[in-house]
Protein backbone atom coordinates (compact mmCIF):
# COMPACT_ATOMS: atom_id res chain seq x y z
CA UNK A 1 0.00 0.00 0.00
CA UNK A 2 1.39 3.57 -0.41
CA UNK A 3 1.14 6.61 1.71
CA UNK A 4 1.11 10.49 0.50
CA UNK A 5 2.21 13.29 2.95
CA UNK A 6 0.13 15.40 2.77
CA UNK A 7 2.81 18.88 3.18
CA UNK A 8 2.01 21.44 0.93
CA UNK A 9 0.17 23.69 3.28
CA UNK A 10 1.45 27.27 3.90
CA UNK A 11 1.72 27.45 7.49
CA UNK A 12 -0.11 30.53 8.04
CA UNK A 13 -0.42 30.28 11.84
CA UNK A 14 3.26 28.95 12.42
CA UNK A 15 4.56 32.56 10.89
CA UNK A 16 6.89 33.90 10.83
CA UNK A 17 8.52 29.95 11.41
CA UNK A 18 7.28 29.59 8.05
CA UNK A 19 8.32 32.39 6.28
CA UNK A 20 11.47 31.10 4.55
CA UNK A 21 10.69 27.04 5.86
CA UNK A 22 8.33 25.22 4.92
CA UNK A 23 6.53 23.75 7.83
CA UNK A 24 7.26 19.92 7.40
CA UNK A 25 10.59 20.84 7.61
CA UNK A 26 10.71 23.00 10.81
CA UNK A 27 12.59 21.05 14.05
CA UNK A 28 11.55 18.61 16.55
CA UNK A 29 13.76 16.97 18.69
CA UNK A 30 16.27 18.13 15.86
CA UNK A 31 14.49 16.22 12.66
CA UNK A 32 12.63 18.04 10.25
CA UNK A 33 8.73 17.39 11.25
CA UNK A 34 8.21 15.59 8.03
CA UNK A 35 11.17 13.31 8.66
CA UNK A 36 9.45 11.17 11.77
CA UNK A 37 6.30 10.64 9.87
CA UNK A 38 8.23 9.31 7.08
CA UNK A 39 10.05 6.99 10.09
CA UNK A 40 7.21 5.65 11.33
CA UNK A 41 5.46 4.77 7.99
CA UNK A 42 8.67 3.13 6.83
CA UNK A 43 8.79 0.97 10.26
CA UNK A 44 5.33 0.03 9.67
CA UNK A 45 6.05 -1.31 5.75
CA UNK A 46 4.61 1.68 4.17
CA UNK A 47 7.94 2.80 2.29
CA UNK A 48 6.39 4.14 -1.31
CA UNK A 49 5.66 7.34 0.17
CA UNK A 50 4.41 10.59 -2.12
CA UNK A 51 4.70 13.78 -0.80
CA UNK A 52 2.65 17.17 -2.60
CA UNK A 53 4.08 20.38 -1.54
CA UNK A 54 3.82 23.95 -2.54
CA UNK A 55 4.95 26.80 -0.80
CA UNK A 56 8.97 26.68 -0.37
CA UNK A 57 8.00 23.09 -1.76
CA UNK A 58 12.12 22.77 -3.58
CA UNK A 59 13.44 22.86 0.08
CA UNK A 60 11.48 19.50 0.93
CA UNK A 61 12.70 18.08 -2.48
CA UNK A 62 16.28 19.31 -1.25
CA UNK A 63 16.02 17.67 2.25
CA UNK A 64 14.47 14.52 1.60
CA UNK A 65 15.71 13.53 -1.86
CA UNK A 66 14.68 10.35 -3.03
CA UNK A 67 13.79 9.31 0.61
CA UNK A 68 16.75 6.42 0.36
CA UNK A 69 18.69 7.51 3.28
CA UNK A 70 14.94 7.07 5.50
CA UNK A 71 14.58 3.83 3.87
CA UNK A 72 11.69 4.73 1.34
CA UNK A 73 11.48 5.72 -2.09
CA UNK A 74 9.50 9.26 -2.25
CA UNK A 75 8.24 10.51 -5.15
CA UNK A 76 6.67 14.35 -5.39
CA UNK A 77 3.81 15.80 -5.96
CA UNK A 78 4.36 20.25 -6.39
CA UNK A 79 1.37 21.55 -6.88
CA UNK A 80 2.85 25.52 -7.27
CA UNK A 81 3.32 28.08 -4.47
CA UNK A 82 -0.86 28.59 -3.61
CA UNK A 83 -1.09 24.85 -3.07
CA UNK A 84 -4.31 22.76 -4.32
CA UNK A 85 -6.42 21.96 -0.85
CA UNK A 86 -6.54 18.66 0.17
CA UNK A 87 -8.58 16.65 -2.07
CA UNK A 88 -7.09 18.74 -4.65
CA UNK A 89 -3.87 17.50 -3.59
CA UNK A 90 -4.67 14.23 -4.30
CA UNK A 91 -6.26 14.16 -7.42
CA UNK A 92 -3.18 15.52 -8.42
CA UNK A 93 -0.93 13.30 -7.47
CA UNK A 94 -3.34 10.57 -8.29
CA UNK A 95 -1.06 8.99 -11.43
CA UNK A 96 1.54 8.48 -8.88
CA UNK A 97 -0.87 6.87 -5.66
CA UNK A 98 -2.48 4.35 -8.88
CA UNK A 99 -5.68 2.13 -8.36
CA UNK A 100 -5.23 0.62 -4.85
CA UNK A 101 -6.77 1.92 -1.97
CA UNK A 102 -3.80 4.64 -0.04
CA UNK A 103 -2.94 5.55 3.13
CA UNK A 104 -3.04 9.65 3.51
CA UNK A 105 -1.33 11.18 6.80
CA UNK A 106 -1.67 15.30 7.10
CA UNK A 107 2.09 16.33 7.68
CA UNK A 108 1.87 18.60 10.28
CA UNK A 109 0.69 15.92 12.88
CA UNK A 110 2.50 14.25 15.55
CA UNK A 111 1.51 10.87 16.65
CA UNK A 112 2.37 7.50 18.13
CA UNK A 113 -0.15 5.77 16.33
CA UNK A 114 0.58 2.19 14.79
CA UNK A 115 0.22 2.80 10.81
CA UNK A 116 1.05 -1.08 10.45
CA UNK A 117 -2.84 -1.79 11.87
CA UNK A 118 -4.78 0.14 8.78
CA UNK A 119 -2.94 -2.09 6.44
CA UNK A 120 -5.51 -4.96 5.89
CA UNK A 121 -9.29 -2.70 7.00
CA UNK A 122 -11.53 -2.99 4.31
CA UNK A 123 -12.76 0.54 3.01
CA UNK A 124 -15.22 1.43 0.96
CA UNK A 125 -14.50 5.03 0.05
CA UNK A 126 -12.53 6.33 3.04
CA UNK A 127 -11.70 4.74 6.50
CA UNK A 128 -10.62 7.74 8.84
CA UNK A 129 -8.63 7.33 12.31
CA UNK A 130 -10.38 9.85 14.73
CA UNK A 131 -9.11 11.26 17.93
CA UNK A 132 -10.52 13.11 21.07
CA UNK A 133 -11.20 16.75 20.73
CA UNK A 134 -8.56 19.25 21.63
CA UNK A 135 -8.80 22.32 23.35
CA UNK A 136 -8.49 23.67 20.30
CA UNK A 137 -11.26 22.35 18.61
CA UNK A 138 -13.70 21.32 21.23
CA UNK A 139 -16.71 20.65 18.92
CA UNK A 140 -15.16 17.65 16.84
CA UNK A 141 -15.58 16.84 13.26
CA UNK A 142 -17.56 13.70 13.28
CA UNK A 143 -19.84 10.76 15.41
CA UNK A 144 -18.85 6.93 15.09
CA UNK A 145 -21.55 4.58 16.00
CA UNK A 146 -20.85 1.01 17.62
CA UNK A 147 -20.62 -0.80 13.89
CA UNK A 148 -17.84 1.67 13.08
CA UNK A 149 -19.21 3.69 10.42
CA UNK A 150 -18.59 7.52 10.47
CA UNK A 151 -21.68 10.16 11.05
CA UNK A 152 -21.75 14.12 10.63
CA UNK A 153 -23.27 14.15 14.11
CA UNK A 154 -23.89 11.71 16.83
CA UNK A 155 -23.95 12.43 20.96
CA UNK A 156 -20.09 11.83 20.91
CA UNK A 157 -18.00 14.41 18.53
CA UNK A 158 -14.32 13.52 17.87
CA UNK A 159 -11.49 15.04 15.58
CA UNK A 160 -10.46 13.69 12.31
CA UNK A 161 -6.56 12.83 12.74
CA UNK A 162 -5.35 13.55 9.48
CA UNK A 163 -4.93 10.03 8.87
CA UNK A 164 -7.20 7.59 6.40
CA UNK A 165 -7.18 5.26 3.64
CA UNK A 166 -9.08 6.57 1.14
CA UNK A 167 -10.21 4.58 -1.94
CA UNK A 168 -9.45 6.35 -5.19
CA UNK A 169 -13.22 6.38 -5.89
CA UNK A 170 -13.73 8.55 -3.65
CA UNK A 171 -12.28 11.27 -6.09
CA UNK A 172 -13.49 9.40 -9.25
CA UNK A 173 -14.28 12.02 -12.31
CA UNK A 174 -13.37 15.46 -10.14
CA UNK A 175 -11.95 17.85 -11.77
CA UNK A 176 -8.26 18.66 -11.13
CA UNK A 177 -7.84 22.12 -9.20
CA UNK A 178 -8.24 23.58 -5.69
CA UNK A 179 -10.66 21.06 -4.30
CA UNK A 180 -11.32 21.08 -0.09
CA UNK A 181 -11.62 17.17 1.41
CA UNK A 182 -14.61 17.67 4.08
CA UNK A 183 -17.55 18.26 1.47
CA UNK A 184 -16.28 15.08 -0.40
CA UNK A 185 -16.16 13.28 2.77
CA UNK A 186 -19.44 14.23 4.18
CA UNK A 187 -21.22 13.46 1.06
CA UNK A 188 -19.33 9.89 1.32
CA UNK A 189 -20.79 9.74 5.05
CA UNK A 190 -24.38 10.66 4.64
CA UNK A 191 -24.39 7.62 1.65
CA UNK A 192 -22.87 5.60 4.72
CA UNK A 193 -19.86 4.68 2.73
CA UNK A 194 -17.16 6.21 5.44
CA UNK A 195 -15.54 3.60 8.19
CA UNK A 196 -13.35 5.16 11.20
CA UNK A 197 -11.92 4.16 14.20
CA UNK A 198 -11.39 5.52 17.60
CA UNK A 199 -7.89 6.34 18.68
CA UNK A 200 -6.64 7.19 22.39
CA UNK A 201 -2.86 7.03 21.87
CA UNK A 202 -0.42 10.24 21.75
CA UNK A 203 -1.75 13.15 19.20
CA UNK A 204 -1.06 16.61 18.28
CA UNK A 205 -2.07 19.01 15.70
CA UNK A 206 1.13 21.31 15.10
CA UNK A 207 -1.01 24.24 14.34
CA UNK A 208 0.77 26.86 16.12
CA UNK A 209 4.43 28.06 17.57
CA UNK A 210 3.04 27.27 20.73
CA UNK A 211 2.27 23.25 19.87
CA UNK A 212 5.50 22.94 18.17
CA UNK A 213 6.93 24.07 21.59
CA UNK A 214 4.63 21.46 23.36
CA UNK A 215 5.66 18.66 20.94
CA UNK A 216 9.18 19.44 21.29
CA UNK A 217 8.81 19.33 25.43
CA UNK A 218 6.91 15.96 24.92
CA UNK A 219 9.38 14.50 23.17
CA UNK A 220 12.55 15.77 25.89
CA UNK A 221 9.86 14.37 28.73
CA UNK A 222 10.06 10.68 27.00
CA UNK A 223 13.43 10.32 26.28
Not at 6 to 32: F, I, N, Q, S, Y
Request: aromatic letters at 6%; glycine letters at 10%.
Amino acid sequence: MKAMILAAGRGERMRPLTDHTPKPLLLVAGKPIIEHTITQLVAAGFTEIVINHAHLGEQIEAALGNGQALGASICYSPEGEQGLETAGGIINAQPLLGDDVFLVVNGDIATDFDFATLKNIPVDLAHLVLVANPKHHPKGDFGLDDTGLVYEHTREQYTFSGIGLYSPKLFHNLPAGSRKLGPLLRQAIAKQQISGQKFIGFWIDIGTPERLQELNHHYKATK
